[in-house]
């Protein structure tokens, strides 16, 4: 995950549908602590990010356009 670009389910997301006591750990804090560079939008928008292969949306609203850019992906 090393100077890779990313996103995920935020720490703000997860605490706003009071997950944080649940999951076994926070996935934007333990992304960061391996190095990726994290990137967000407000809560629950959509929010896609390329870095090389790897496609990764920040939440559910994110489903189409990571779909999208996996496709432009293969077809290159």
């Known amino acids: 995950m090393k100077d890779k670009d990313v ?5 703000e ?3 706003a549908v009071n997950l944080t006591k ?3 750990f926070l ?3 333990k992304l960061k602590s391996l190095g990726a560079n994290f990137s967000k939008a407000p809560n629950f928008e959509k929010h896609v990010v390329v ?6 949306g920040q939440n559910p609203a994110s489903a189409t356009g990571v779909g999208q850019e996996m496709a432009k992906l ?3």
Do not use: I, K, M, Q
């Open 51 to 56: 870095s090389e292969r790897l496609v990764a």
């Open 13 to 15: 997301e997860e605490a």
């Open 22 to 24: 649940v999951v076994p």
């Open 7 to 11: 996103s995920s389910f935020t720490n």
């Open 27 to 29: 996935l934007e804090t």
């Open 74 to 76: 293969l077809e290159e």
